[in-house]
Nanobody, 124 residues
Framework: QVQLVESGGGLVQPGGSLRLSCTAS????????IGWFRQAPGKEREGVVS????????FYEDSVKGRFTISRDDAKNTVYLQMNSLKPEDTAVYYC?????????????????WGQGTQVTVSS
């Protein structure tokens, strides 16, 4: 059973920053693409950003372009989501997911394994 674990969520004021981390114990993320999804109350889970296994391809949802950055550190078996200029509408539970094909994208069906999520709240 692959277990992805997210961390780094919390409460931040509008305009602030957070960095989320996604890692896995007992499983190497090296060959997987990793995506970040979010789900706000009453809304469907949506793809935010993903990175291919090689790190050469990234995909960003339009509303986060220029504000969010995804990166991976394969030596640490960790993928990061740096979120800057946060807005109240970014408030959601953020999930990381692994795509064993290594390609990535923003479609839920592409991803095989999911974490439990971490809450991000942007509020003054």
């Amino acid at each position: 059973q692959v277990q992805l674990v997210e961390s780094g969520g919390g409460l931040v004021q509008p305009g602030g920053s957070l960095r989320l981390s996604c890692t896995a114990s007992g499983y190497s993320l090296y060959y997987d693409a990793i995506g970040w999804f979010r789900q706000a109350p009453g809304k469907e889970r949506e793809g935010v950003v993903s990175i291919s296994s090689s790190g050469r391809r990234t995909f960003y949802e339009d509303s986060v372009k220029g504000r969010f950055t995804i990166s991976r550190d394969d030596a640490k078996n960790t993928v990061y989501l740096q979120m800057n200029s946060l807005k109240p509408e970014d408030t959601a539970v953020y999930y990381c997911a692994a795509d064993s094909r290594g390609m990535g994208g923003l479609t839920r069906g592409l991803f095989d394994y999911w974490g439990q999520g971490t809450q991000v709240t942007v509020s003054s």
